[in-house]
């Protein structure tokens, strides 16, 4: 397997717990002892809980319970025991994960009757608690059962305040626990009235819907769960894991977002060699000759693969378009498009194809897709406008991953999917959007929400632009580059609305605002950039008003800092080896200069000791890469 399990410290302590009475409460306390979970049942046997956080309310008594669970049950027993593990990723924002819990399992029976328990599996970590709920085989497997509502509550001391969107790709707004427009999305990251943060997650959706957040009429400032439908399955059976992060600062969500991958299942692909992370550049002519000329820009640039999208196949929402065979939407372009020709001159160059499909020729297609394309040569496949939330759905898109590992192809999932974690069991799913990025032409305040909420779930496909002229309308140049390095995606697509000089302009509604790429020097930073990490380091943050971000990558470190305001940034190096000496490469916004992108560019000698001090501009960033000196200049980027 090669998600390599390293065994640092394993305990395991089992204790089991018979109650005298259905009343007695029990606790599970995180490993650093400052999360205490609590579990109790009421007199007519409905389950609560509560969270503290050091020693303070993060969750007041709450409801837990499916259908049929919410009342009448009886505790059997409770089981303990820790764990400390670590394993390696074959890529990531970290290349180890420290796996770290103390757990407890509770068991409840129902009228009595043991032949059907229920139990609620609780981990305590240092970043957070985690629960869902188990259906045990017991005597009757494959018994059938059905969830029609999940009782579970998060009840919010005092008057908090929640970053909420209603929509994957929407924009957030800071509400009171008293109104929303709508069902939050998750992550939802919640800011209480003494200033502590808690975030509300789901992780391991698979075999079940979306769970979004709603506000319970009846109990002021309680959260409830909001089922995308009905779920039904056959025992044995878990639920997906509610997630309940704290911290004193909304940065260490961040900095603790692995823990939605620990709560899934370890790879199932044994060798994932040819799962290959880099920088990709979309073909938007849909001509042989562009994508040539995408796969030329491409090598030069140390980007690894290029991108048809919508098109390349016929109309996309049309459902006689097959993608079986090419044949170029008119609309978007007037061709020719020799797919297998473009296909064999990356693979002489090193550059791998990747294809757009949408989801109804994907819901068609599908079995048939994968072993063509494999077959063709591509690389990967960005699936387009995907159904999600109820449990079928969200079934068949991960099952469709699942079946794209076996023909070795990578994915993208695009449009509203947010992920739970699926990428450790599948690290074929290098990506996914649900993430408000350029296409919508956020500024950097609202780049500041997502960074803050959104990538607490994983990695989002942010669509990176440059020379468009949208740049100047979201921020600048330098917070492009900055947003790079800080909105983590494997597959990090870059010039999204840009191409090649030598690529064809053409007439087609994908390409008529397409910005022609300047060989620059600015281009050195996105050609030295990679997409994944040995470590990641949360400098500072405040929820849409400023981000630093550091990052290495073997020996290099890359630092991108976001503001929404005008600010001093004071970046101190202490992350560095102090044993050696540096060269920082500073990319930063200049309204004084006469270059296109106004990108000042200019190296200084650092270590470990140095503080840095910059002023940014309102909607300004600043980038730096930061070398040994004995460091070559470029890299693949990967």
């Given at each position: 397997?090669t998600?390599?399990k390293?065994l640092?410290?394993?305990?395991c302590?089992t204790i089991?717990?018979r109650p005298?009475?259905?009343?007695?409460?029990?606790?599970?306390?995180?490993?650093?002892?400052?999360?205490?979970?609590?579990?109790?049942?009421s007199?007519?046997?409905?389950?609560?809980?509560?969270?503290?956080?050091?020693?303070?309310?993060l969750?007041?008594?709450s409801?837990?319970?499916?259908?049929?669970?919410?009342?009448?049950?009886?505790?059997?027993?409770v089981?303990?025991?820790?764990?400390?593990?670590s394993?390696r990723?074959?890529?990531?924002?970290?290349s180890?994960?420290r796996?770290?819990?103390?757990?407890?399992?509770?068991?409840?029976f129902?009228?009595?009757d043991?032949?059907?328990?229920?139990?609620?599996?609780?981990?305590a970590?240092?970043?957070?608690?985690?629960?869902?709920?188990?259906?045990?085989?017991?005597?009757n497997?494959?018994?059938?059962?059905?969830?029609?509502?999940?009782?579970?509550?998060?009840?919010?001391?005092?008057?908090?305040?929640?970053?909420?969107?209603?929509?994957?790709q929407?924009?957030?707004?800071l509400?009171?626990?008293?109104?929303?427009?709508?069902?939050?999305?998750?992550?939802?990251?919640?800011?209480?009235?003494?200033?502590?943060?808690l975030?509300?997650?789901?992780?391991?959706?698979?075999?079940y819907?979306?769970?979004?957040?709603?506000?319970?009429?009846?109990k002021?400032?309680?959260?409830?769960?909001?089922?995308?439908?009905d779920?039904?399955?056959?025992t044995?059976?878990a639920?997906p894991?509610r997630?309940?992060m704290?911290?004193?600062?909304?940065g260490?969500?961040?900095?603790?977002?692995?823990?939605?991958?620990?709560?899934?299942?370890?790879?199932?692909?044994?060798?994932t060699?040819?799962?290959?992370?880099?920088?990709v550049?979309r073909?938007i002519?849909?001509?042989?000759?562009?994508?040539?000329?995408?796969?030329?820009?491409?090598?030069?640039h140390h980007?690894?693969?290029?991108?048809?999208?919508a098109?390349?196949?016929?109309?996309?929402?049309n459902?006689?378009?097959?993608?079986?065979?090419?044949n170029?939407?008119?609309?978007?372009?007037?061709?020719?498009?020799?797919l297998q020709?473009?296909?064999?001159y990356g693979?002489?160059?090193?550059i791998?194809?990747?294809?757009?499909?949408?989801?109804?020729?994907?819901?068609?297609?599908?079995?048939?897709?994968?072993?063509?394309?494999?077959?063709?040569?591509?690389?990967?496949i960005?699936?387009?406008?995907?159904?999600v939330?109820?449990?079928?759905?969200?079934?068949?898109?991960?099952e469709?991953v699942?079946?794209?590992?076996?023909?070795?192809l990578?994915?993208?999932?695009?449009d509203?999917y947010?992920?739970?974690?699926?990428s450790?069991?599948y690290p074929?799913?290098?990506?996914?959007?649900?993430?408000?990025g350029?296409e919508?032409?956020?500024?950097?305040?609202?780049?500041l929400?997502?960074?803050?909420?959104?990538?607490?779930?994983?990695?989002?496909?942010?669509?990176?632009?440059?020379f468009?002229?949208?740049?100047?309308?979201?921020?600048?140049?330098?917070?492009q580059?900055?947003?790079?390095?800080?909105?983590?995606?494997?597959?990090?697509?870059?010039?999204?609305?840009?191409?090649?000089e030598?690529s064809?302009?053409q007439?087609?509604v994908a390409?008529?605002?397409?910005?022609?790429?300047?060989?620059?020097?600015?281009?050195?930073?996105?050609?030295?950039l990679?997409?994944v990490?040995?470590?990641?380091?949360?400098?500072e943050?405040?929820?849409g008003?400023?981000?630093?971000i550091?990052?290495?990558?073997?020996?290099n470190?890359?630092v991108g800092?976001?503001?929404a305001?005008a600010?001093?940034l004071?970046?101190?190096?202490?992350?560095?080896?102090k044993?050696?000496?540096?060269?920082?490469?500073?990319?930063?916004?200049?309204?004084?200069?006469?270059?296109?992108?106004?990108?000042?560019?200019?190296?200084?000698?650092?270590?470990?000791?140095s503080?840095?001090?910059?002023?940014?501009?309102?909607?300004?960033g600043?980038?730096?890469?930061i070398?040994?000196?004995?460091?070559?200049?470029?890299?693949?980027?990967?």
């Open positions: 397997m998600f390599l390293i640092s410290c394993f305990i302590l089991s717990i005298p009475h259905a009343q007695q409460a029990t606790q599970l306390t995180s490993p650093n002892g400052n999360l205490v979970y609590s579990f109790s049942l007199k007519d046997g409905t389950p609560h809980y509560s969270i503290t956080y050091r020693q303070k309310p969750i007041l008594p409801t837990l319970g499916l259908s049929g669970w919410e009342k009448g049950v009886v505790l059997s027993n089981v303990f025991s820790k764990q400390d593990t394993w990723p074959p890529y990531g924002e970290r180890l994960v796996d770290h819990y103390k757990q407890m399992i509770i068991t409840l129902r009228d009595n043991k032949r059907s328990p229920l139990r609620i599996l609780v981990r970590y240092n970043a957070g608690i985690a629960f869902r709920y188990v259906f045990p085989a017991a005597a497997a494959g018994t059938a059962v059905s969830i029609k509502k999940d009782f579970t509550e998060f009840s919010i001391p005092g008057n908090a305040k929640a970053w909420v969107t209603t929509t994957a929407g924009k957030y707004s509400l009171a626990l008293d109104s929303w427009p709508g069902e939050a999305e998750r992550p939802l990251v919640i800011q209480l009235s003494d200033g502590r943060y975030c509300l997650a789901e992780a391991a959706v698979v075999n819907c979306r769970t979004k957040y709603s506000l319970d009429p009846d002021a400032h309680t959260i409830r769960c909001a089922m995308s439908g779920v039904n399955f056959v044995p059976y639920t894991w997630v309940v704290a911290a004193e600062r909304p260490e969500f961040l900095a603790n977002n692995d823990l939605l991958l620990n709560l899934n299942l370890p790879s199932e692909i044994e060798n060699s040819w799962i290959k992370p880099g920088k550049i073909e002519s849909l001509t042989t000759t562009g994508g040539k000329a995408c796969i030329d820009f491409a090598a030069r980007l690894r693969y290029i991108e048809f999208d098109g390349w196949y016929g109309p996309e929402n459902d006689a378009s097959s993608a079986l065979a090419v170029v939407d008119p609309s978007r372009s007037p061709g020719p498009l020799n020709d473009v296909i064999n693979k002489s160059k090193g791998g194809v990747i294809l757009y499909v949408n989801q109804k020729a994907l819901s068609k297609q599908l079995d048939s897709i994968l072993p063509l394309f494999e077959s063709w040569g591509v690389k990967g960005k699936f387009g406008f995907v159904n939330g109820p449990q079928q759905s969200n079934s068949w898109l991960l469709a699942k079946k794209a590992a076996k023909y070795h990578m994915v993208d999932i695009h509203e947010r992920p739970t974690g699926y450790r069991t074929n799913l290098v990506t996914q959007e649900g993430i408000r350029d919508e032409s956020p500024n950097n305040h609202e780049v929400v997502t960074l803050f909420t959104r990538m607490i779930a994983g990695a989002g496909d942010q669509t990176n632009c440059y468009a002229p949208r740049v100047d309308k979201m921020g600048s140049h330098a917070s580059m900055a947003k790079a390095i800080c909105i983590y995606s494997p597959w990090q697509f870059i010039y999204w609305y840009d191409r090649p030598d064809p302009r007439t087609g390409n008529t605002s397409a910005s022609v790429i300047q060989e620059i020097p600015d281009l050195r930073f996105y050609d030295a990679p997409t990490w040995n470590d990641s380091k949360v400098i943050g405040k929820i008003e400023y981000g630093t550091a990052r290495r990558n073997g020996n470190w890359y800092s976001l503001t305001g600010r001093t004071i970046l101190s190096l202490d992350f560095l080896d044993n050696r000496q540096y060269e920082a490469t500073v990319y930063s916004d200049d309204a004084s200069l006469t270059t296109p992108t106004k990108l000042a560019i200019r190296k200084i000698k650092v270590t470990a000791a503080i840095l001090r910059m002023q940014l501009k309102r909607m300004n600043v980038a730096l890469i070398r040994p000196f004995f460091s070559s200049p470029h890299s693949r980027g990967n």
